[in-house]
Structures are given as C-alpha cells and as structure tokens.
C-alpha cells in the first residue's frame, strides 16, 4: 500500500522526468514503516515454526543429550533411530509394531472413507442443484442445521445402528461413519459448485437425451475437476486427523494412526522416550502437512469452503 | 411446472430420489433421529445398556452437582473466551498485516496456517512437550540464569486451561487469518483511496470504516470458532487427558468418559444433551439475525 507522502512524491518525480534521470524511483526499503512491518510478521513466523523446528530437533536427538540438552538445541549427534523405532517397534499396550500399523489402518480408513463421502455428496449436490424434487429443500436443510449438532449427541444411537448392522468396531463402519459426517459440508460445496454452473448446459444435455446419470457422469464430473480435488484436500486431512470416531468406532487392532499416537506417547508404563515420542508426532502430522505444502491456494479455499458452514 | 399428468408423482424424478437416498437417511435416521434418541434417552436411568426406564430430571440434577461436570463447564468457558477473543484479535492482525501488499505474502500465509493442517492429537502433543517442565520452555530459561523463573501450566491446574489454550490458538488461528484476509480482499480498493484522501489515519480507516463493513466475516467467522470451542476434545485428551486431576476436563470429554469407560449412559446422554443445548443457545439467535431477517425483508 502506498501512503501519501509517496503518492505525491511519484507526481513529483514523474514532473522532473523530461530532463531527469529515468527508470523506476528507488524505494525506502528500510523505512519505519516496512520495519515494523516485516519485523512482527517475522516475529510471528518464528513463534508459528518453533513448535516444528523442536519436533524434528528433538526427533533427531538420542535421549542422553535430550536430558542434559537445551530443546532448542539443533542435535549435535544426529540418529535417526528414533524414527525407526517410533515406525516399527514402539509399543501400545501389548504390541510392539510401532506405528507402522495406526499409519495402514489410516489409509485402509481414508481412502474409501474420501471416495465414498465425495461419490455420495457429489451426486446428492448435483440432485439438489439440477434435480430438485418436492421435499428436498428440506432434507437439505436438515443436513446443513445437523452440521452444528455437537458429535457427541449423535455417537451413541450411531454404536447402537452400527452394532445392529453388525459392522461395530470394523473398518466398513467407521467408513460409514466418515461418509456421514462429511456429508452436509461436500453437498453444501458441491451443489454450489453445480448451481453455477450454466444452466444451458444442463438443459442441452437434456434436449440431446442424456439422463440423471448420464448427465452427471460425461457432463458435470468432467466439468468439476477443481472441487473435487479441493473435496479431496478436505477430507483427507479431516478424515486423517479425526481421533474422536477412531476412538469410539474401532477396536485396538484397528485404531487409526492419531489414537494409536495418543497411546504411545500417553502410555503411563515404561520409560519416556521423548525423541521417539515427536518422531511418532511428526510421522502421524506428515500426510496432512504434505496434503497442505503441495495443495497450496487449494487447501485455502478448501478450508474455506469447508468454514463456511451456515 | 410441467402440466402433464402422470400416473405416479412418486416417481416422477426417479433417479435423484434414488440418489438422494443417503442423504435423507442422515439427515432423518441420524441427525434427527440419533438427537431425539439421546434427548429422550437422557431422562432415563440408563446405565450399562440403554434402558427405557424414565426418572425425571434426576439425570441433569446428578449431572449439576458432580464437580466434575463443573470444573469441565468452567474450563469450557475460559478457553471459549480466550479462543474467542485472541483468534480474533490475532487472526486480524495477521490478516491486516498481510494485506499491506508486501512481499512473500505467500510464504507468510502458507507459514501461518499450516498448524491447521495437523491434528489437534499432534498440535496437543508438540505442546505438552514445549511446556514440560523439565524440558520445555522452562528449563530453557532456567539454564539462561534466571533460576526461579516458572511456566508449567499443564502440571498447575489453577492455570492449566490457558495452556491448553495457547495451543489452540496456535493451531486454530491460521484458519481466522485465511476467512479475515479474505473479508480485507473483498472490500472496495476505492473506500482505501476515499479514506487516504481524507486524511483519515489507518487504524481509524480500520477500526471505523473496514471492520464495520466486514460485519459478515466477522459473524460467520463467529459462528466457526463457537462451534469448534464446544466440540474441543482431542488437544485435552493429547495434552492433559484431562489432568491434573480433573483440573482440564471439558464437557466432551464428560460425555465420552461416561458413555464408554463409566458405563454410565444416563450421565453422558444428559451431558451430552446439555452440550446440544449451548450450541442451540448461540446458533438459534445468529439463525435468527441471518435468515429470520432476510426473508422478510
């Protein structure tokens, strides 16, 4: 942003240009204004990286020098066998595999769960945008006000339907689950998305014979690559970083990699191992922060899609 | 519309019926169903195993008097007020600061939100590492010099909620910088040149001219906050697990440890409906302020 003074400084410059030297006005780089600025971003910056630098230092420190050592410390004997040990061997409970099964479980939970919700709220979207039917206003409405519903008002009537259904405590239900809660925020995005769309394209589809389907598959998936991939970006880590359903609709030999986590680190038994407890951390954070660096400007509007909730 | 007549209208539009099935079973048998199920299951004596034995309110009379529960709506309301307060203070700082078209805006903001990519069993966990006081911050400025200096808020349950707190705000404040920064960009570049040429400084074009305008954002970015306070419950498990002693348990966790580990349904069906209840109490009036209006205008 340009302040005044500036502004009429540029009038002025621009004045003397006929006989005056040429080129863009040289900038006060260091004026009071820019330091203050930049200096509290930086400052920000810092306080928002430090907890990340301190996971990977104390990650890479052997226990010895965690207990003598400063945390800020950068390791001065770098092992990485925390981290083999976080993935392979440390224990929860009885078993000892480490977090290498939370982290199969977790894809074994992510993968369907991400495809399911979206398969689901796409075409529920779509219906809602281009199908409209008596009635369906009103189921929407009820999906979107459910929305705000605390989980824990619904947790229990869910164990109740699922262990009916004889899937309680399986992956498939906790699939079931996912694909439940993500449903009011996909099909708010994506009948949106599908609402504006043209009309025209809808209704010329319609005039050449293509049907519900027909239209959903050649026309709007192909047209909507961009929302679906930001409905990906927001369920994988949603669905990634859940904890409360992992907890409450799987048994210990299925529990996704945030529970299996909490209970390494959290376990009372045993010695702290702190350096094997961030590697542990990083490792569960790993596929969300990546998810996050290489979707950049989508992972925003992902979020903020997803914020937007009302 | 259409003025054919058909022989079934149930059938008419087949196909999106069809399709809509999963989510008119959510929103009836789960949302509409499952809540009605807990409301009225919470005036029972349900204990192991959901019983239709009704007592009153006897439920919500044992539920106001367990300490537990106390303590748990008292954290619940500090760290609400601390989340409310400074995630927005903050967040529009940084978005403010942001929008000053500076350079590396990007990497500012990709450094700002990127906690928000974790979970909170992540954020809670970096936390409760950082604060041991052992280890942590602590002992870091201990061994500068300055022996008796002391910051333990996870191991001081007079203070413990706040430092649950700071990492809430670390993790959760990206995501209010993203919605505010948003709001500062859809605000007419001509209000800025009115303002400047009017020799109006900054902060007041800010605090009088841009936030008004943005009372949208504001309110929707209101209505997000409130709803994560309430459901807070992985960072305490992470952190604290609700220690020392009862000193951070939150309502959540309540409703949880009763249902599953105290074998006490009937408590945590009446928490949980209580919990219902706070989120009706904040949501009904901005429902109310936002599409109550709009329709009759």
């Known amino acids: 942003m340009v302040d005044v003074a500036s502004l009429s400084a540029g009038t002025e410059a621009r004045r003397r240009d006929a006989a005056g030297p040429s080129g863009p006005r040289p900038r006060h780089v260091l004026s009071r204004r820019n330091i203050f600025l930049y200096g509290t971003l930086i400052v920000m910056a810092v306080y928002y990286l430090l907890p990340l630098y301190v996971m990977i230092v104390t990650s890479l420190k052997g226990m010895p020098e965690i207990r003598l050592g400063n945390i800020f410390s950068p390791p001065v004997e770098i092992t990485f066998e925390p981290w083999v040990k976080a993935w392979a061997t440390a224990c929860t409970g009885l078993n000892c595999d480490g977090l290498s099964r939370g982290f199969w479980n977790s894809v074994r939970i992510t993968v369907p769960s991400v495809l399911l919700s979206i398969a689901i709220a796409s075409v529920n979207g779509y219906a809602l945008a281009n199908w409209r039917f008596k009635g369906a206003d009103t189921f929407f409405v009820i999906l979107i006000v459910g929305a705000f519903i605390p989980y824990q008002v619904m947790i229990y009537p869910i164990v109740i339907i699922l262990r009916e259904i004889g899937i309680y405590g399986t992956l498939t239900g906790l699939v079931i689950v996912h694909s439940i809660f993500g449903m009011p925020i996909l099909t708010l995005l994506f009948r949106n998305y599908f609402t504006s769309m043209p009309e025209e394209l809808f209704r010329a589809a319609r005039v050449d014979g293509a049907g519900f389907w027909g239209i959903y598959l050649r026309i709007m998936l192909p047209m909507s690559l961009p929302i679906f991939v930001v409905a990906i970006i927001l369920q994988v880590t949603g669905i990634w970083n859940d904890f409360l359903f992992g907890v409450v609709y799987t048994r210990p030999d299925t529990y996704p990699m945030t529970v299996q986590l909490n209970n390494i680190v959290n376990s009372v038994q045993g010695v702290k191992e702190y350096n094997v407890n961030m590697a542990a951390t990083i490792l569960t954070g790993l596929v969300p922060l990546i998810v996050y660096f290489i979707s950049g400007k989508l992972f925003v509007r992902g979020i903020a899609a997803g914020a937007v909730k009302g | ?297």
């Open chain 2, 1 to 297: 519309m259409s003025s054919s007549q058909r022989p079934s209208k149930l059938f008419r539009n087949l196909n999106a019926k069809v399709a809509s099935i999963p989510m008119i079973l959510t929103a009836l048998v789960v949302f509409v169903g499952g809540t009605a199920w807990t409301v009225l299951y919470s005036f029972t004596n349900s204990k192991l195993l959901p019983r239709l034995h009704f007592v009153g309110l006897d439920q919500y009379h044992r539920l106001w008097s367990t300490s537990r529960w106390l303590v748990s709506i008292e954290n619940l309301l500090i760290y609400g007020a601390i989340s409310l307060v400074f995630s927005l203070v903050i967040g529009f700082l940084l978005a403010a600061l942001l929008d000053q078209k500076i350079r590396f805006e990007d990497t500012f903001r990709t450094i700002f939100l990127y906690p928000f990519a974790l979970s909170f069993i992540v954020t809670g966990l970096v936390w409760q590492w950082l604060l041991n006081p052992d280890f942590g911050i602590q002992r870091v400025v201990r061994d500068l010099g300055w022996t008796s200096f002391s910051f333990d808020p996870l191991y001081n349950s007079s203070i413990v909620i706040y430092g649950i707190s700071i990492a809430a705000l670390w993790q959760g404040t990206g995501l209010i910088m993203c919605l505010m920064l948003a709001g500062l960009r859809g605000i007419d570049e001509d209000i800025w040149k009115a303002a400047r040429v009017d020799g109006i400084p900054m902060w007041k074009t800010y605090l009088f001219i841009v936030i008004p305008m943005m009372r949208p954002v504001f309110i929707t970015t209101l209505v997000i906050i409130a709803a994560g306070i309430v459901k807070v419950y992985d960072l305490v498990v992470a952190q604290t697990s609700g220690g020392p002693g009862i000193a951070s348990e939150v309502p959540a966790k309540y409703v949880y440890d009763y249902m599953f580990f105290a074998q006490n349904l009937g408590q945590g069906f009446a928490a949980s409906t209580m919990m219902l209840l706070s989120v009706v109490i904040v949501i009904v009036p901005w429902a109310y302020l936002e599409f109550g209006g709009r329709k009759r205008g």
